[in-house]
C-alpha cells in the first residue's frame, strides 16, 4: 500500500467490485510479452533493494489478515501518514475481528470521522466483514482471493493483497504505482497500444513470492517511481534495465507530459555531480558509465557529449577537468 505521493490509489466503493485486481495466472506465462532475458536478475535486483531498506510501516511487521485488511482499508484514497496513527489507535479499541464485530456500529463510523478516514461506507463494510469472519468463518479468515473478495467492502484489489500480505498467496498486485513502474521500466509495455499489465506482473513475480514482491514493487513505486521520478537518489534497482531510465522518456499513464528535466542536461549535470561528490576523481569513461547506463565512448551519449557537459560544469566553477596523458581526469573543484 505504497504511494509516490503519499496517498493510497485504493478505489472507493469495493463492495461493487469496482478496484481493479491482481494478475491472473502464476509465474512464467508461456505467452507473456519479451522481458529481459535475466528475469532472475531483474527480480533479484528489486527483492534486494526493498530488502536492504524500506518504508517501515507497521502493517509490514505483521501477517494478521484482521491487521492487514484494516490497512488496506484505511489507505483507500487517504495519505499514509494519517493512516499510521489512525490503524494503530483502531487495533488498541478493537484488537480482533470479534472484538469489532461485537462493537455497535456508531461507534466504529465516529471513529472513522474522528480519524479524518473519509468515506464512511467503509467503516460500515469493515465492521461488517468483521461479522462476516466470525459468523460465517468460524474466526478465520479466508487465506486466497477469492474467498476473501467474498466479504464485505473487499473488492478483487484488496483481496489479493490480504491473500499476499497475511497469506503469501496472493497474484501479482497491478495498482496504479505499479502500471507506472512497468510502463517506464519495460519498452512492451510502453510501446504496446494496449499494454497487457497483468500478463507482464505475472510472469515477473516469482511463484509462491507474493508478499515480498508486491511489497518490493509497489514500494519502487513509491520512493522510486513516483509521478516525479527519483531514480538515482532512491537507488532505484532496476536502472540497468529501465526503458526510462535509459531514454528519459519519464511519461506514464498517470504522467500524461514528460516532465521537463527527464532527459535534459539539467539532469545529466546533476547526476556528474552527485557521481564525483563520492569518488576522489574518475576518469570520462568510467564517469560516463555511471551516469548512463547507455553510454558508450563513441555513441550519441559518448565522450564527445560528456565533454561538453563537463565543459559547463567547469565553466561554473563546479568541477576540475585534467588532462593526464591520454586521459581526461574530472575531480569536484
Known amino acids: 500500500m505504497t504511494d509516490s505521493d503519499g496517498a493510497g490509489d485504493r478505489a472507493e466503493g469495493e463492495s461493487g467490485g469496482s478496484e481493479g485486481g491482481g494478475a491472473s495466472g502464476e509465474g512464467d506465462p508461456e505467452d507473456a510479452p519479451e522481458l529481459p532475458a535475466d528475469r532472475d536478475a531483474v527480480r533479484d535486483a528489486l527483492v534486494d533493494w526493498y530488502e536492504a531498506d524500506h518504508r517501515a510501516f507497521p502493517w509490514r511487521r505483521t501477517e494478521d489478515p484482521y491487521e492487514i485488511l484494516v490497512s488496506e482499508v484505511m489507505s483507500q484514497q487517504t495519505q499514509l501518514d494519517r493512516v499510521v496513527p489512525a490503524w494503530e489507535d483502531f487495533l488498541d479499541e478493537w484488537p480482533t475481528t470479534a472484538d469489532l464485530a461485537a462493537a455497535d456500529r456508531a461507534d466504529v463510523v465516529a471513529f472513522w470521522s474522528d ?34 473478495s467474498e466479504l464485505m467492502g473487499v473488492g478483487p484489489y484488496t483481496a489479493n493483497a490480504v491473500a499476499s500480505f497475511a497469506f503469501n498467496n496472493g497474484d501479482a498486485v497491478v495498482d496504479t504505482n505499479v502500471k507506472r513502474v512497468l510502463y517506464r521500466a519495460f519498452s512492451e509495455i510502453h510501446d504496446a497500444d494496449e499494454p497487457d499489465y497483468e500478463t507482464v506482473a505475472s510472469a515477473l513475480m516469482p511463484p509462491g513470492e507474493s508478499r515480498v514482491w508486491n511489497n518490493a514493487i509497489m514500494e519502487l513505486g513509491g520512493v522510486a517511481c513516483g509521478k516525479k521520478p527519483r531514480c538515482d537518489e532512491a537507488g532505484c534497482p532496476w536502472r540497468e534495465w529501465c526503458h526510462a531510465y535509459q531514454t528519459g522518456d519519464f511519461t506514464a499513464p498517470d504522467v500524461p507530459t514528460q516532465p521537463s528535466f527527464e532527459g535534459s542536461r539539467r539532469q545529466f549535470r546533476g547526476r556528474i555531480v552527485r557521481v564525483l561528490s563520492n569518488h576522489d576523481e574518475m ?17 550519441d551519449y559518448g565522450q564527445e557529449w560528456l565533454q561538453d557537459l563537463l565543459s559547463d560544469l567547469d565553466d561554473d566553477g563546479l568541477i576540475e577537468v585534467e588532462e593526464s596523458g591520454n586521459e581526461t581526469i574530472t575531480r569536484l573543484e
Open 115 to 148: 480519524h479524518s478516514l473519509g468515506y464512511n461506507n467503509r467503516a460500515k463494510y469493515l465492521h461488517e466483514a468483521a461479522g462476516q469472519v466470525e459468523d460465517d468463518h468460524d474466526g478465520t479468515f479466508p487465506e486466497d482471493p477469492d474467498g476473501l
Open 283 to 299: 576518469s570520462l569513461d568510467t564517469l560516463g558509465h555511471k551516469i548512463r547506463v547507455d553510454y558508450t565512448p563513441d555513441g
